[in-house]
């Protein structure tokens, strides 16, 4: 296809097509270091999800400052980060059907890899799909439901009795809970989401409890997301982080209370580069990205930098901003959008354009965009 | 990238490995022949929009019979077309800053192009970026804002002064007035939409009035979607249809009322195939398909076929089914879903899988996927 690339490495961003993804590396770069920080001296290992990202260039500038691996939702996206050169990847994610369980047991030939379970029928079909790969073995968590309410067995006892399913497969090993509470993230009180951690917590120590009591052991409890990992860290029994949108922030999580949260305000590293192409009138600007270039499942994105302007309306290629008498957007003027939701923004796009001191340093592509299978 | 199709020719389709976009054939062939019956014997004619379906063998498809070509809204979309054998595109919007206009002006010579201005400058541009390219005329319509109130100049004046710029520059051929009522198309009721048609079509005559008295042939006018078509075709005084979901349908355009408008009922042609992933109760089903599957701007996808069971949650990978007692939906099966809206959610995919009969007959790449410049 032609012009799927609408920058060049070393062109200053002004120059830059829209609408692109653009990447700020130092705010990128700055938001890696607070998180590090953050966790400086807590007993807990870092493994972010890489469905933010869709991108092996970034998991391994995460696993360049101590992350020990990233985890996906899909095998695909796993296919993408191990060919990608990432080599602990873990599938935080439940994987159905005889194809997927086919190349998951492949692909475990090529990258240390884990996966996710709820059921033991599930259990017993991915232990006959690695036994049919020589010499493989694959480390599986039981996923437990901590509130969330959409996929895992409960806390306690169905827990451990899938874990003992798990145990006793001759191509699996049991490597511990799956323990993520996604309801938690975007409660916008730090006591509200304190308070959601603290039932997730008591639901792992039931579980992990159990495992104890019926001699399985647990190799790790892992969860966690960008707006509550820091009392699952707190909490002595959560061994991995799962956190992903900290890297880029967005208008959503923004909007979370932060203070006393004991994290650090991560800054939009992403943003959506956007034109405008058409001016009809001193209060309306239209710009050329809609629903197409940033997802609005969690709300409209933001114009960076002018908090004066609205985001109004959107359609499939066109966004709508109120000026509210702000200055400048003239006809060819470029605006910075902070998305309303990254995760479906970046798998809107084929490529991360990066920019650093305003010119564009790399070009990273998403490899893992549209990997859903 | 590995396992982007997750489909062969001659596969069952419950083979069809899941999340895929599926096209049901035979649907879309019933939806393409009651477009054209319902145009029989009306004296316009038929250009429907690309931009939902984003790939040549649907627009050829639709050329085959009797559209007289296709519209889109970016660049990078024409580009896609006219490479996959379209010689007829209009762009049914601006397109704004040197880049693209070079990009147009080249693609002008591949194939009839023509596109949209609503602003002086953007047609001065415009002209010196066609100049450029030796011996290519490009035909330019005038969008005026019939309602919407996104793009467009006023209707009447400020159209006929802007017609005059246009027929005025070396390079450019006013080629007539886009006049789409956006903001009609989702409108329930029929007579809602009809009046809103109405005004469109006051603004239009008052324009097209304008440009005769000034002296100004108008070469045609162009505009309507799926919600409204039979209103404007039987104006007598739109030119072009712009049609684009009537070929697929979709959950929102469903909930529009029909009888009486003069449109068929056009069927739901365009699935997300899914499976159920996880169980974890006798009333939830979670299914492996979410936000980067199916898009949720206008709404929740429906699952088709069984309208007991409702669609209640979505997050990115995930879709969450409440049963309210429906059999069924066994760990591993696979449903269809109808998508919330057809034109972001085909944004989504790389292939449609396209199926008659129970087996997958084709596989057409949507190589406009992605294409927002």
Not at 80 to 97: F, P, R, S, T
Not at 188 to 210: L, T, W
Not at 216 to 234: H, R
Request: glycine content about 10%; hydrophobic content about 45%.
């Amino acid at each position: 296809m032609p012009h799927t690339i609408p920058a060049e490495i070393g062109m200053p961003l002004a120059e830059v097509d829209t609408p692109a993804l653009v990447l700020d590396l130092d705010a990128f770069e700055r938001n890696l270091d607070r998180m590090s920080a953050s966790l400086a001296g807590v007993n807990v290992r870092l493994r972010p999800h890489a469905k933010s990202h869709k991108c092996p260039q970034i998991a391994l500038a995460q696993i360049a400052r101590g992350a020990v691996g990233v985890c996906c939702q899909k095998t695909s996206e796993a296919e993408a980060l191990v060919l990608g050169g990432v080599k602990d990847v873990l599938i935080a994610n439940e994987v159905v059907g005889a194809a997927k369980l086919s190349r998951i047991a492949a692909l475990a030939r090529e990258a240390r890899l884990s996966v996710c379970v709820d059921d033991a029928g599930n259990v017993a079909a991915l232990d006959a799909a690695v036994g049919r790969e020589f010499g493989v073995r694959l480390d599986v968590l039981v996923e437990i439901d901590v509130g969330a309410h959409r996929c895992g067995v409960e806390p306690g006892e169905p827990a451990v009795e899938l874990a003992r399913a798990v145990a006793a497969c001759r191509n699996l090993r049991f490597a511990g809970l799956q323990a993520y509470q996604g309801s938690a993230q975007h409660l916008r009180k730090v006591e509200e989401r304190r308070a959601a951690i603290d039932g997730a917590v008591a639901a792992v120590r039931a579980s992990v409890g159990g495992l104890r009591k019926a001699g399985i052991p647990c190799g790790k409890v892992t969860g966690a997301g960008t707006g509550t990992y820091a009392f699952e860290a707190a909490s002595g029994i959560y061994d991995e982080l799962q956190a992903g949108s900290y890297i880029f922030m967005d208008v959503d999580y923004g909007k979370n209370e932060w203070t006393e949260s004991g994290i650090p305000r991560f800054e939009h590293s992403l943003f959506v580069w956007a034109t405008v192409m058409s001016r009809p009138n001193a209060e309306r600007a239209v710009l050329d990205a809609g629903l197409k270039a940033s997802s609005v499942d969690s709300g409209m994105p933001r114009v960076a930098d002018d908090p004066a302007v609205e985001f109004v309306r959107i359609s499939d290629e066109h966004g709508v901003l109120k000026l509210n008498g702000a200055k400048g957007y003239a006809l060819g003027d470029k605006v910075k959008l902070i998305p309303g939701h990254c995760d479906p923004t970046v798998n809107l796009h084929d490529n991360y354009v990066c920019v650093r001191g305003g010119r564009v340093e790399a070009i990273w592509p998403i490899t893992a965009r549209g990997a859903v299978w």
